[in-house]
């Protein structure tokens, strides 16, 4: 069972199981994938509860892995530099704002006069930078769960939150929450046994996040002065 | 969103330029209403980035949510478009447009 977030001495805590973590995961990986981006390396969760073992490692146990060996010379210095030239160029992301869940992630930045151009102008402009911001808070919030026992930094706490909401954005969009009353709909699922099809095991995951994000804001905004 | 019949009017940038920079504040920067975004999180936003006291930030909030929109900034046109690139990185729904 997951334990709420709370401002202590040393930051943002909260306890989350392993399968909350694993849930959590695969909702950021479906976001960052929506956005054209890439989960951060897949390592192995850790238990729930710190190994008998592990109090008595130290950091200079611990083996690191081999540094990698140096390039071949010439050819691979060339793919090398064509690796790298590759991520410099603009390299065209396809992003399907037909999708509505991607829309909301993303949405028009314009309304009055013009606001057709000028979203489009504002996209030219803003997106992918935008786009980025969100992937690296998703990338770092996949991150945070590595182990259950979280402790957050302000700025990581942040993070963490805007990372939240975007599965919140995505999630309510599968779910068609369009206005107040399809909101109590969805939050009306509050147990296991209610969640009898794809949409209501979904909903059930939106109000989990929703829930920890609250937990999250609460704590964040008792420690403004 | 109902404002896609709206024409594209071709303006010279030029004049655009010219138009703003005579006007103190001529764009406004608007925060939408949705059934998604916790108070709590539009409330936080309000007061971190926009560094509004918090009864400000809730009464701002409270008036996204009761009237369908609020007016959090004024200003050129660089100014509103900063503000929505980073309400757009909060996940809120935000939009800028010319003040009459």
């Known amino acids: 069972m997951a334990l709420a977030f709370k401002s202590t001495l040393r930051g943002y805590s909260a306890f989350l199981e392993k399968p909350e973590r694993q849930i959590l995961r695969s909702l950021f990986s479906d976001v960052l994938t929506l956005l054209g981006g890439v989960s951060p390396v897949d390592d192995p969760l850790e238990d729930d509860k710190p190994r008998f073992l592990d109090r008595f490692r130290t950091s200079d146990t611990v083996k690191l892995p081999d540094a990698p060996q140096p390039a071949q010379p010439s050819s691979s210095t060339d793919a090398a530099f064509w690796d790298l030239v590759g991520t410099l160029t603009e390299d065209p992301v396809h992003i399907n704002l037909d999708d509505p869940a991607v829309k909301r992630l993303l949405p028009d930045a314009r309304s009055g006069e013009g606001a057709q151009a000028g979203s489009e102008q504002f996209r030219d402009l803003a997106q992918d930078d935008i786009r980025q911001e969100k992937i690296a808070d998703l990338q770092r919030a996949y991150a945070l769960l590595q182990s259950g026992s979280l402790m957050l930094t302000r700025a990581e706490a942040e993070s963490f939150s805007r990372a939240l909401n975007q599965v919140r954005l995505v999630l309510s969009s599968r779910l068609n929450i369009v206005d107040e009353h399809d909101a109590e709909r969805v939050h009306a699922i509050g147990s296991v046994d209610q969640a009898t099809d794809v949409e209501s095991y979904m909903a059930l995951l939106y109000n989990f996040v929703s829930w920890l994000q609250e937990t999250l804001m609460q704590a964040l905004i008792g420690d403004l002065s | ?100």
């Open chain 2, 1 to 100: 969103m109902g404002m896609s019949i709206t024409c594209a009017v071709d303006i010279d940038p030029d004049i655009a330029v010219k138009e703003t920079t005579s006007v103190a504040e001529p764009w406004k920067v608007l925060v939408w209403n949705d059934p998604v975004n916790l108070m709590s999180y539009v409330t936080y936003v309000f007061r971190t980035y926009f560094g509004f006291s918090a009864s400000v930030a809730h009464k701002l909030m409270l008036q996204v949510h009761h009237e369908g929109k609020a007016v959090v900034a004024n200003g050129t046109k660089e100014e509103a478009e900063r503000h929505v690139a980073a309400m757009h990185g909060f996940g809120l729904w935000a939009t800028y447009e010319q003040n009459q």
